[in-house]
């Protein structure tokens, strides 16, 4: 017991390089996937729909593959599974910049989705080795680490995507063989034979991983927050380079920056700022108030009518990178030691289902005002049906937290 409670610091230290790595690679290609695509449809409204059916495609099979990989992580360990991630992320970002046709490039990102669960799998790694009163802070300790690799990512995806548009890919294919280099030698195994589970075709049905999430005690009604929320969130990355592109005329460069700070903040908040708030205000409260300032934070982003207002917006809103840990945490909680994987998994493959649906309904907004001069305030119309769904979200937050106490700090499971 003695020298697992000592290798519990070394493996998170393990699991964050790992996904600080992985963040990088991701965030890379994210100022310089729609310029790729722009290849093959240069009509500013046939590429906003056209990146959206990208994302769609990529998001569906992330949902379908995320529940599947989880269960498997509960069966054979976390470890070997992340290791397959890091494969489909590698042969993901060599294989897009040579994509000959535009479905060619939806069919690399499909078998990139499908393979790529690290986020679910590193949470239910964190899970394993952490005790259920420090998993919001611990969560937030991978917050931080998803900050600083969208804070380093973009940016470099934006210098190098000005030099050369397939350079941002080729580096985050070595990011993601570096990864696999790295999990393979260095990364050790969180979760004991003792402590694994027989998995069945059922649970592996995404749908089912669902229905299981609103079995747990005193959860159910938190998951309108997760998807709400979620929801907010994708339609938003969706399209945040197609909407500074078109109003701003942002370039790579400086969607990378941007990208750059809102990863800078993210890190500072989670990283830093987190535990003393979960301290204060505690995970329920905190996530109301972080709802709040998320939503108000979308409306200024509709309404800027200059570049730097984004920025500006972006480093006011401190409290909207709180929401997910602190509500991550709860749903966590509520899981025995033996099902954190299939729980997380769940949980990754209702995210994944908001991100299929954010594209659908992004893509389209953004396409609906693309026609319309850059100064009307009707733009901003994805941003501000951003702030509608948080504003949603926090209701049902409020209305359950009125109701049920869920358990913040529950006994330790065996």
């Not at 003695?2 to 290609?29: E, H, K, N, T, Y």
């Not at 109003?247 to 920056?257: E, Q």
């Not at 994987?341 to 389209?364: E, K, Q, Y």
Request: glycine fraction near 10%.
């Amino acid at each position: 017991m003695l020298q697992a409670r000592r290798s519990r610091p070394a493996a998170m230290r393990f699991i964050m390089v790992a996904v600080l790595i992985d963040m990088i690679a991701i965030g890379i290609i994210v100022p310089v996937l729609p310029p790729l695509l722009g290849r093959f449809t240069p009509d500013p409204a046939e590429h906003a729909l056209w990146f959206g059916v990208l994302a769609f495609c990529f998001s569906l099979s992330n949902f379908v593959g995320a529940p599947i990989l989880g269960a498997l992580s509960d069966r054979f360990g976390r470890r070997p599974v992340l290791l397959l991630g890091f494969c489909g992320l590698g042969f993901n970002f060599f294989a897009m910049p040579n994509a000959p046709t535009l479905w060619s490039l939806i069919l690399v990102r499909m078998v990139g989705g499908a393979l790529q669960a690290n986020i679910a799998v590193a949470n239910a790694y964190v899970a394993d080795i952490t005790a259920p009163e420090d998993r919001a802070r611990r969560f937030g300790l991978l917050g931080a680490m998803f900050g600083i690799g969208f804070m380093l990512g973009p940016v470099l995806g934006g210098v190098l995507g000005a030099i050369d548009l397939r350079l941002p890919f080729y580096l985050a294919g070595a990011c993601a063989l570096l990864n696999l280099v790295y999990g393979f030698f260095v990364l050790p195994e969180s979760l004991p034979e003792s402590r694994r589970r027989q998995v069945s075709l059922r649970e592996t049905n995404p749908l089912a991983a669902l229905r299981r999430l609103r079995r747990l005690h005193g959860i159910g009604p938190l998951l309108w927050v997760i998807a709400l929320s979620n929801l907010a969130t994708f339609v938003m990355y969706t399209t945040w380079v197609l909407y500074t592109d078109y109003r701003f005329g942002w370039d790579t460069a400086a969607n990378g920056w941007s990208l750059f700070l809102m990863g800078a903040v993210s890190t500072v908040v989670q990283g830093f700022l987190l535990a003393r708030l979960i301290k204060r205000f505690g995970a329920r409260k905190l996530a109301m108030m972080g709802l709040l300032s998320s939503a108000f934070g979308y409306l200024g982003w509709g309404l800027a009518t200059q570049g730097w207002m984004m920025n500006a917006v972006i480093a006011m809103n401190l409290l909207a990178w709180t929401v997910t840990a602190s509500v991550q945490s709860l749903v966590s909680n509520a899981a025995d030691a033996r099902t954190q994987g299939d729980t997380l998994g769940a949980v990754s493959s209702l995210t994944s289902l908001m991100a299929v649906l954010g594209p659908v309904l992004g893509a389209p907004l953004m396409a609906s005002v693309s026609d319309l001069p850059v100064t009307d305030w009707r733009v901003g119309a994805p941003m501000f049906f951003c702030g509608l769904l948080q504003l949603a979200a926090m209701t049902a937050a409020l209305l359950y937290f009125r109701r049920f106490t869920p358990r913040e700090n529950p006994r330790r499971d065996a």
